[in-house]
């Protein structure tokens, strides 16, 4: 009920977080934002609900949309929720079969840098699960990225992988 007191031990009890929220809400899983925009990132598989909801926060910074396919993070779970940082609340939920046709895939090796490949919305970011990364059939008709690494670490986080693909279109838009 709107306006309704409880008091804080009782909001403990229910939270998951170190600390006790003050305020809490409940809404429709059917009510979050659906639609489309000129960016999506499309997560494959993305199990870890932190990069899942870390992805929809940077999605929400960026003005794109976040796609997810079977098996990626609930993005209502607690983790997710509190890494999205009320992200989910504003950042469109995209269809998978929805996706911008034109797509590029996010890969660790083997692809042209990504500060040389075209960037022209609308398109889809496609990001894949923190261990295997994209599936061969999402891969081979399509556009292949790679983030140049000038350290020593062999890859990127996934969420930040994502980061710095809609910074780079981003920076590309303001020059």
Not at 38 to 67: C, I, K, M, Q, Y
Request: contains cysteine; charged residues 20%.
């Amino acid at each position: 009920m709107a306006g309704e007191n409880v008091l804080p031990e009782l909001l403990g009890e229910a939270s998951t977080l170190g600390h006790a929220p003050r305020v809490v809400g409940i809404y429709r899983r059917n009510d979050l934002p659906t639609g489309s925009r000129e960016v999506v990132l499309a997560l494959w598989h993305v199990a870890d609900p932190g990069n899942v909801g870390t992805l929809l926060r940077t999605a929400d910074a960026f003005g794109a949309g976040v796609s997810l396919s079977r098996e990626c993070a609930d993005p209502t779970g607690p983790r997710a929720l509190r890494a999205s940082a009320g992200a989910i609340f504003r950042v469109p939920l995209i269809a998978w079969d929805d996706l911008p046709e034109r797509k590029l895939a996010l890969v660790a090796h083997g692809g042209t840098a990504l500060t040389d490949v075209p960037l022209e919305p609308p398109m889809a970011f496609l990001l894949g699960s923190e261990r295997q990364g994209l599936p061969g059939e999402l891969v081979t008709d399509r556009h292949k990225a790679t983030i140049v690494l000038p350290g020593p670490a062999e890859s990127l986080n996934v969420a930040a992988a994502g980061a710095i693909a809609l910074y780079e279109l981003a920076r590309r838009a303001r020059t």
